[in-house]
């Protein structure tokens, strides 16, 4: 299916596979999101399906004016 590429092999043996690298990687992160979703998914099945979630009920980060510090 692939044609034999020189410059690409060449690559992988100085740098290693970068592609696979990423690929593996992206999949270890996608499991732990997973998991660490997981029980939000599950708690989420308790709400009330006939009372929609408040506005902001959620975390929400605020903004802070230029020169002032939090409490």
Do not use: C, K
Request: proline content about 11%; charged content about 25%; glycine content about 6%.
């Amino acid at each position: 299916m692939f044609q034999e590429s020189p410059i690409y092999d060449r690559l992988v043996a100085e740098r290693g596979d970068v592609p696979a690298q990423t690929r593996r990687e992206a999949e270890r992160v996608n499991r732990e999101l997973e998991y660490v979703m997981r029980p939000l998914r599950s708690s989420a099945s308790f709400a009330p399906a006939d009372r929609p979630a408040a506005p902001g009920a959620g975390w929400q980060r605020t903004a802070l004016l230029p020169g002032s510090l939090p409490h």
